[in-house]
């Protein structure tokens, strides 16, 4: 049995009176590569960024490595090791490609060593970016900007690396070495917790997977088995 | 006109633009964090010349410590008269005091006036800022003067007495044109440095270009924000000390003009932009004083906000206004 990394129990978060997510539970252990599918506005970001401290939820608990988490602002809920690399990157447009990366350990600024050797592992998983490091982070393409984006979590060490929609908007051979990329993050040790909409790729690198609709849960179970559910497969792999 | 006409007109430009720098500084750096004009930056201007004021008279005029009967004002005033040295360190405890006060005081508006309104809609946030400019300028009329306080000692004499510092053809270049003129320069090097080079300063720099992303780097926005309210009313209040030194008095009002010169300086350099409003400050600084030397005094206002039409009309988000394309 392995560690349980994360545990949501039981979330519940309103968007002023609008009760976008009506008690999710969602585990997440060591070494595995959880992802959340499900429609546009099913809950999954909502999910993500309650559990980043984005939204703090009304009711329910979420759990790291069995000490809570939920209620603590953004930045205590980073420097725990939980960090999220949010929807639509949010790279920061007039910083360097190395000033994003340094923004990315700010919490690391006692281990400056340590720092310099994830900004050559960053670099290593994406040759584009130590090509374009002096370059201003809004300059770069969509595809670059998700690398980036990318390499800015791996750059806070994190414990459980969160991933919104990091394939969104990107051409067919950029989600290509996303995924890549996600599937060798996690054979070197990184825990993921991945939103996605493309749900045949999603799955297909998962080890487990949640499916979501409207605020709740209404499957879940180990990737392959969804990827061959029938229901998912109608519903979100656009089979008729 | 002769040559050494325009040469002071410009070197009262300069001293003038330094000013309008620092106080720029104060409305840019909030506004790139937060997105919000602080109508009350002005106010703060105007409390560190009070500030400033009240520190010189009880540090350095002896007619306070009789008027107060506060005999341990004696050895302390002793000190700060005496010599060169006491007088470096009057000029230091003045700014340093009147900086560190008015910084804490708007940290203290942020925390109550503005903080509670972070999530309301934008026009409440600066309607609360304009109550707290009008709150502030009212408790100096009714509890400090309504009237103009001169900037010297209960005697009359000045703290600061202005010599001619160098002489550039039949131009007389005062001390206080180079102290005011290089304070800033050096405060605003130290600034662009910190926020460049330094740690915090990237975190600054971050939170005015995506606040919730800083914040997922692990960034405590509310500690960077109140960081910026401390340093820009101390630019602020510095700006205020110089202003009253120079000029000779302070007054419950006088925040205003500067006030607006100095939003004015910041929006012409591309406001949220910090070099931008150093720029924009020594530019309107200049082109001010020119106008008042050749055209009129009564003409210096029209120029300056002629020169801003201009600005907005050709480069509307200022001369160093962002240029970066953000893909999306």
């Known amino acids: 049995m392995s560690n349980t990394v994360l545990s949501v129990e039981n979330i519940h978060t309103f968007y002023g009176q609008i009760e976008a997510l009506k008690g999710i539970s969602v585990r997440v252990d060591e070494g595995e590569i959880v992802t959340l599918i499900g429609a546009n506005g099913a809950g999954k970001s909502t999910t993500l960024n309650t559990i980043s401290g984005l939204l703090t939820p009304k009711k329910g608990t979420i759990k790291l490595f069995g000490e809570t988490i939920s209620g603590l602002p953004v930045h205590k809920v980073t420097a725990k090791g939980v960090v999220q690399v949010p929807e639509g990157r949010r790279i920061f447009p007039r910083m360097t490609v190395e000033e994003n990366l340094e923004m990315g350990a700010f919490l690391r600024n006692k281990e400056p060593a340590a720092v310099k050797e994830s900004v050559t592992r960053v670099f290593d998983l994406f040759p584009r970016l130590k090509e374009r490091r002096t370059q201003k982070g809004g300059t770069l393409s969509g595809g670059e900007q998700q690398m980036l984006a990318m390499g800015r979590g791996i750059m806070a060490s994190p414990k459980l690396l969160m991933l919104d929609e990091p394939s969104m908007g990107l051409a067919p051979v950029v989600v290509e070495i996303i995924f890549d990329t996600i599937v060798k993050l996690n054979q070197e040790g990184i825990t993921i917790l991945l939103v996605e909409q493309n749900a045949a790729m999603a799955l297909q690198v998962a080890n487990r997977g949640y499916v979501l609709e409207v605020g709740t849960l209404a499957l879940e179970g180990p990737g392959k088995e969804l990827l061959h559910n029938e229901q998912v497969r109608k519903t979100y792999l656009g089979e008729v | ?328």
């Open chain 2, 1 to 328: 006109m002769s040559l050494s006409y325009l040469l002071e007109q410009t070197l009262n430009g300069i001293t003038l633009g330094g000013l309008y720098a620092l106080v720029a500084l104060g409305y840019t750096l909030v506004y790139g964090i937060l997105l919000m004009i602080n109508f009350a930056h002005s106010e703060l201007f105007m409390l560190g010349g009070y500030v400033g004021l009240g520190v010189l008279k009880v540090l350095s005029d002896p007619a306070v410590a009789k008027a107060t009967g506060w005999g341990f004002l004696e050895p302390i005033q002793s000190f700060f008269m005496s010599g060169n040295f006491g007088f470096v360190m009057l000029l230091v405890a003045t700014f340093g005091i009147s900086a560190i006060v008015v910084g804490i005081l708007g940290m203290f508006i942020e925390r109550f006036a503005y903080r509670p309104l972070r999530h309301a809609p934008r026009l409440a946030p600066l309607i609360s800022a304009i109550g707290v400019s009008i709150f502030l300028q009212n408790a100096v009329l009714l509890w400090i003067d309504s009237k103009q306080l001169p900037y010297t000692r209960v005697d009359g004499s000045a703290f600061v007495t202005a010599k001619t510092a160098f002489t550039i053809g039949s131009v007389n270049v005062s001390t206080m044109q180079v102290f005011i003129v290089v304070t800033s320069l050096v405060l605003l090097a130290l600034l662009d440095t910190f926020v460049s080079k330094t740690r915090i300063g990237r975190a600054m720099r971050a939170t005015s270009q995506d606040r919730e992303a800083a914040g997922l780097m692990g960034v405590d926005i509310n500690r960077v924000i109140a960081l910026a309210f401390f340093i820009g009313p101390a630019l602020g209040a510095i700006a205020g000390v110089f202003n009253g030194m120079y000029y000779g008095s302070v007054k419950f009002n006088m925040g205003f003009i500067p006030g607006i010169k100095s939003f004015t300086a910041a929006v012409i350099g591309g406001i949220g932009n910090l070099r931008g409003a150093m720029l924009g400050g020594f530019l309107l600084g200049i082109v001010e004083s020119l106008a008042s030397g050749f055209l009129s005094n009564a003409y210096r206002d029209v120029v300056a906000f002629v020169v801003l039409i201009l600005v907005l009309i050709f480069r509307p988000g200022g001369l160093l206004g962002e240029a970066v394309a953000e893909k999306v």
